[in-house]
């Protein structure tokens, strides 16, 4: 087990502030991480420290701006990314816990290269089923959890599903309409009915 | 659900009143739209403000030297590093200030290299106040021996009066409603119902966005500065002459994650970032906390309505006197242009000649009240209808008809904001109000006044029915460019962002309808101040009307250059020439064309110019019905179902007015009815409501069955004959909801918001 | 955030270590739902020097049935539990309440052990540090209480604990404590397995500052048992309960063999109805009984100035489960 008394002692010195940052600038180990299919490797002390959240990091560090911050304190679900396949807020999970854990952002949905949309973001353009946007990240990034585990689910599924999602303008409704249209077309193409 | 009504309009456009795509949806859902925390500048600082624990108080010392010694701080401020910039109406809110008036005003300003780095010098900021008694409520600020916020106004009283509004012959604008003989109208009437009412919860319109400035010194004399704004000329003018016209303001507008009118009041903050990137000759970036955001930031005027309503047997209202109280909390922005434009909204929906009703604006010692969706007619008529309501029942009127008989008709007169008389040229509102209640099925459900429409057991239903209207869809002047260029792509100039509306796009449909060219060929410029035209903003549903016609007038300018050339080469008359998809032809032989390359030539950008005047003679009009039910073991009142039913005249995008009238549920809306409220603690000046789980909004897994009814009876706007109406979906519910409330448990309902604690003391339970 | 050390913990024995030598300047991380917002709106005067993640400790995530019961590790996310057809099936009370909890987000990071280690949920308790300084309130060392004659609409209606009125807000504890659940504990002075009652039996929980919960173990309950949980809230989701009810009322026909009934959110504990339980044992159980035993569940109840409706919605929620 490590030997803390070092960094006790250390911490415990007088010197206020100051010396506190300078404590955590030494690079020390890597966090691994897979994002949107992309390796990155990031130095603890330099490219992320202890208390980054798992938003910052990949907004400011990666410049995956589309998981926005909201209310940072995980009640509005505009943060939510997938880990591991899973919607969870990452405004609450700090970088250097995501050692080799693989995340999905909006960004990693569709294809850059010839512009092909998914499915569920295909359908929310096609029924406008957003107002300011802020919140459609996030949405998109829970229906796409939820569709993967389940290609059929009830409305009431869904709306339990989204139910970390703060809206303001209130898209809800065509947001439902587009995934109802989502789940018609992929019953379609798999001759369900 | 959109359900269209009877259509009078018979024409059909290939883009006006079709679905398409908005211009940013790609942008949206890919997550590229950038929002103002995703804009980064090279050498961007994180700025953060210092917050006060005292709701009045003086600053007797406060030492920043620790805090500038932090490594990676580059600018702290305190009152005394400030210049003299002041904001409000009139103008008395410094950047920073010797004295804090609200538990969370701003002390002291920091500008650092990282978030944690800001943080940490805010707690190296040393302050000694010296504590000031405080005050809160509107009646206890207005007594003599009140604490005073400012001593530029005695009483607490803001003056009313909006310079801009007003004329040589009118100064101040409407200040107060009085006309006609209100003695006289009491005489005449049936019954005479005296009461008070309170709006008095401020509740948060709360954007998802939390709001945010990023401002960048291009040299002493520039600054720019990037906004979630809904009107980047209203922030560059504002900002241009609180800086004493000595700065150059570019105001950059990005992609606004909501605002719903509250984003309006960003200047405080965006000061705020502005003094700090001057300081520490580096842009800085300063966005609020979702916790500042609710403490910190815009709230809803609280209103109190005193009020002596005179009324016939036939609904005809004889008289109305009283007092309109409102608490704009420390710092007023616009609260006379609210109190003038509820003071017009309010004579919209109610037909009476004798009026004597006077406003008064009150300081008290919390966050800032501002503008917001509704803007004072909300405020006005959540504390004023169920008044109306009381007095209704004592005649036993159907409300429906009452609002069907008193709302505003074609030929009927109003004062509108800026005090002047305007005649009225809608179409017929009663159309819609039928329709409305046919779609929800008024007349089955209405059993009368404190009557429910059902019980089950402990669980009673009742509904409720409110309605609003707003002469501002043609407020203000627009205006616009339109650059045509020779390969049929079209640029529109116009300084509209993106809120959430849709405008954007809407206003891209129009130019292309106009010029019949294809949608993707019509793109619009960045809603920058520098490239731009002067445009007042997305408020007051102005966008359709207002906004489209100049968007409108533009294109057909151009359309009128383009012809002209055009008609020398074909050998004809202008007039007589037609365009489609890039092809102008003579319109009696078609086969007589030429394309616009031609007709112009490659060298060539036409530009089309198009500007609109301020008309204040068109309103729009919204009535909401409601169905509520309450378990009255429980005290919890659910919403079951909502029918909007308005006249838009035509619609430009039938899912951008749906997502506008959906919106009815948002933005401080019917919910401030129902579980929406800020919670201050008097003891200690804080609000409480300082978190998104203890601040309560309506979630995905609790909607009610909702449907839009929309009749398109062309209004004299433009040539597609709409107006805009968003802007007041918000404001008929709340009062319906407490009419719903009041009938299901059979007596008068008076709080807002109708929680179990609240209704179980209304049943007697408590 | 504010900087904080980080280390990813490799045993149970290592997180009691650290917890031991930091003092109170050390919290444990699970799915970090709670911690983070509270450090976040630094709403403790001590900020953490360092944050122990016990998410990197083996073998403390599972669900196991036995012969005696359910087994279930402290890391079981929240989620796990809702789904688990095992729970589902005849624990549902515990799968009920948690699929009740927050959101499905939520629920996808937050672990049993945290739910039930959840901190006080009171605003008072809770302002932000930074909109003006955090309230120095009772629970904190200070002088006073500002929830007794303050905001109190959401507090306790059972008095407080140690001047205290905050409510134990967690939907998991009283489903616990209805189905006689244990909770075993590791600490410097070895392991201990303690009831869910006793666990809950202070403002929090009863954990000593070195101590952690690693399981949660649950006798089976019997067959003829209905399992009700039921949530009031103003609304669907997020919400914490404003009352809560989790009760298993074992049946034999139509007459009340055996209950047990506990209320959430209305005391700093989760409160047993005893007395609504001893009135329906051996009854069969209509409207009259059920009215009486709501009644009796809430006599001695001392609402503050603010919160005597909850008192209201306690006597529906006994009524309810007893007539469903």
């Given at each position: ?193 | ?187 005449e009437a049936d019954v005479v119902f005296e009461g ?113 309503i005179g009324m016939k047997k036939d609904g005809s209202v004889t ?31 109610l037909r009476c ?32 209808l169920p008044l109306l309501y009381q007095t209704m029942a004592k005649l036993d009127i159907d409300p429906v008809e009452f609002f069907k008989k008193n ?26 109000i039928?329709?409305?209640a046919?779609?929800?099925?008024w007349k089955e459900k209405w059993k009368g006044w404190l009557k429910p429409t ?8 009742g509904v409720g029915v409110g309605v ?157 019905f ?109 009062p319906a909801?407490l009419m719903a409330i009041s009938n299901a448990i059979g007596k008068w309902f ?17 | ?324």
């Open positions: 087990m490590k030997n803390y008394e070092r960094e006790l002692n250390e911490a415990a010195k007088p010197g206020g502030a100051a010396n506190k940052l300078k404590e955590f600038s030494v690079p020390s180990s890597t966090i691994k991480l897979i994002v949107n299919r992309e390796p990155y490797e990031l130095l603890v002390g330099k490219d992320v420290y202890p208390w980054h959240t798992l938003a910052y990091t990949l907004r400011e560090k990666l410049g995956l701006t589309g998981t926005k911050i909201g209310c940072d304190s995980g009640a509005c679900g505009a943060c939510t990314v997938l880990m591991d396949g899973k919607p969870v807020l990452s405004c609450l999970i700090l970088t250097i816990e995501c050692d080799g854990k693989s995340i999905t952002t909006i960004e990693g949905l569709g294809d850059p290269v010839s512009g092909k949309l998914d499915p569920i973001q295909q359908a929310f353009v096609n029924h406008t089923a957003f107002q300011c946007g802020f919140c459609t990240p996030g949405i998109i990034m829970s229906l796409k959890a939820l569709l993967n585990k389940n290609p059929n689910p009830a409305v009431e599924d869904v709306k339990r599903a989204l139910a970390g999602h703060y809206c303001r303008c209130i898209s809800h409704y065509h947001v439902l309409k587009a995934v109802v249209d989502v789940i018609k077309r992929g019953n379609e193409k798999h001759g369900k009915v | 659900m959109l359900l269209k009504g009877e259509t009078r309009s018979m024409a059909k456009y290939r883009y006006i009143g079709v679905p398409t795509p908005r211009k940013d949806a790609v942008d949206i859902v890919t997550g590229r739209a950038k929002y103002v925390n995703d804009v980064k500048l090279p050498g961007m600082l994180i700025g953060k403000v210092l917050r006060s624990p005292h709701p009045h108080a003086i600053i007797k010392s406060i030492n920043t030297e620790e805090a500038k010694k932090l490594p990676g701080v580059k600018a702290v401020l305190t009152y005394k590093d400030v210049p003299e910039w002041k904001v409000g109406m009139p103008i008395h809110l410094r950047v920073l200030d010797r004295k804090v008036r609200f538990v969370g005003d701003a002390v002291a300003l920091v500008a650092a290299e990282t978030e944690e780095v800001a943080l940490q010098a805010l707690d190296l900021i040393d302050v000694e106040y010296e504590v000031l008694p405080a005050v809160y409520d509107i009646e206890e600020a207005l007594k003599p021996d009140a604490p005073q916020l400012y001593d530029e106004f005695p009483n607490n009283i803001c003056p009313l009066g909006v310079p801009w509004f007003g004329s040589s012959r009118i100064p101040g604008g409407l200040q107060e409603l009085i006309m006609g003989d209100v003695e006289k109208g009491f005489e008070t009412f309170r709006y008095d919860k401020f509740p948060n319109p709360l954007p998802p966005e939390p709001p945010g400035a990023l401002a960048m010194w291009e040299s002493p004399n520039t600054v720019h500065v990037w906004l979630p704004s809904q009107g980047i000329y209203i922030d560059e003018v504002s900002l241009y002459y609180l800086m004493k016209r000595k700065v150059n303001v570019i105001v950059h507008g990005c992609q606004c994650g909501g605002s719903y009118g509250s984003k309006g009041t960003i200047l405080p903050l965006a000061l705020q970032a502005i003094v700090l990137a001057k300081a520490a000759g580096r842009p800085v970036k300063l966005c609020y906390t979702k916790e500042e955001h609710l403490t910190a930031f815009t709230l809803r005027l609280e209103s109190v309505v005193h009020a002596k008289a109305v006197k009283g007092e309109w109280l409102l608490n704009t909390g420390y710092y007023n922005a616009v609260g006379q242009a609210q109190i003038a434009v509820g003071l017009g909204e309010i004579q919209l929906i000649k004798n009026w004597n009703f006077k406003p008064k604006l009150v300081f008290t010692n919390r966050c800032n009240s501002g503008w917001i969706r509704g803007f004072g007619g909300q405020e006005l008529e959540a504390a004023f709302v505003i008709k074609s030929g009927e007169g109003y004062f509108w904001r800026d005090g002047e008389w305007y005649t009225s040229r809608v179409p017929d509102f009663t159309k819609a039928d329709k409305g046919q779609v929800f099925g059902a019980v089950n057991g402990s669980k009673r239903v609003h209207g707003n002469a501002d869809v043609g407020e203000d002047v627009a205006e616009a460019h339109v650059h045509i260029e020779p390969d049929q792509t079209v640029t529109l100039f116009v300084a509209v962002p993106e809120q959430g509306g849709g405008q954007r796009s809407n206003l891209c449909k129009m130019v292309a309808e106009v010029l019949q060219i294809p949608l993707e060929n019509v793109r619009i410029s960045p809603p920058d101040s520098n490239i731009n035209p002067y445009e007042f903003g997305l408020v007051g549903s102005r966008g359709t009307y207002a906004i489209g016609s100049a968007v409108i007038n533009a294109a057909e300018d151009a359309k009128r250059k383009l012809f002209e050339m055009a008609s020398r080469q074909l050998n004809t008359d202008p007039g007589n020439l037609e365009t489609y998809d890039g092809m102008i032809y003579v319109k009696d032989d078609p086969n007589r064309q030429i394309t616009w390359r031609k007709a112009m030539g490659v060298t060539r950008t036409i530009i089309g110019y198009g500007r609109f005047e301020s008309d204040f003679s068109l309103n729009n009009f919204l009535m909401t409601v169905e509520v039910e309450v378990d009255t073991e429980t005290g919890f009142a659910r919403l079951l179902r909502v029918v909007n039913a308005t006249d838009v005249g035509q619609i430009i995008d039938p899912p951008s007015l749906e997502n506008q009238l959906n919106g009815c549920l948002g933005s401080a809306g019917i919910d401030t009815a129902l579980f929406e409220e800020t919670i201050l603690d008097k003891s200690t000046g804080r609000i409480l409501t300082a978190n998104l789980i203890d601040y309560k909004w309506r979630v995905f897994s609790d909607l009610p069955e909702l449907h839009n009814v929309v009749l398109e009876t062309p209004f004299p706007s433009h040539r597609f004959g709409a107006v805009g109406v968003g802007e007041i979906a918000t404001s008929p519910g709340p909801v008076f709080t807002y918001p109708a929680t179990p604690n609240r209704i179980l003391r209304a049943l007697g339970k408590v | 955030m504010k900087p904080f050390h980080h280390v990813n913990a490799k045993s149970v024995e290592e997180v009691i270590q650290l917890l031991k030598m930091y003092g109170g300047k050390a919290r444990v991380i699970a799915g970090g739902t709670d911690l983070i917002p509270v450090l976040k709106a630094e709403i403790l005067p001590e900020y953490p020097e360092i944050i122990i993640n016990i998410k990197t400790v083996p073998n403390l995530d599972y669900v196991i049935e036995d012969a005696e019961g359910l087994k279930i590790g402290a890391l079981t996310k929240l989620e796990e539990i809702g789904e688990s057809p095992i729970i589902k099936g005849k624990y549902r009370l515990l799968a009920d309440a948690a699929n009740s909890v927050a959101t499905p987000q939520i629920r996808n990071m937050g672990t049993i052990g945290g739910n039930i280690c959840q901190d006080v949920r009171c605003w008072y308790y809770r302002y932000p540090h930074n909109i003006g300084g955090r309230i120095q309130c009772y629970l904190k060392g200070g002088k006073k209480c500002y929830a007794l004659m303050g905001e109190n609409r959401y507090h306790s209606i059972f008095g407080g604990y140690k001047g205290c009125v905050a409510v134990n807000a967690s939907d998991i504890a009283i489903a616990l404590v209805a189905l006689n659940a244990k909770i075993k504990v590791a600490g410097s002075t070895g392991n201990r397995i303690i009831h869910a009652e006793e666990f809950f039996s202070s403002l929090r929980n009863i954990l000593k500052p070195d101590e952690v919960v690693t399981e949660i173990q649950i006798p089976q309950p019997s067959s003829t048992a209905k399992q009700v949980y039921l949530k009031f809230r103003l609304r669907e989701a997020i919400d914490f309960p404003i009352v809560s009810i989790a009760s298993v009322i074992d049946m034999d026909g139509e007459v009340c063999k055996d209950a047990r009934i506990v209320l959430g959110a209305i005391a700093p504990t989760p409160i047993r109805a005893e007395k609504a339980e001893q009135m329906i044992k051996g009854k069969v159980i209509d409207v009259a009984v059920a009215e009486k035993a709501a009644d009796a569940a809430v006599e001695g109840a001392v609402p503050l100035g603010m919160n005597a409706y909850k008192v209201e919605i306690a006597k529906a929620l006994v009524k309810r489960v007893l007539l469903s």
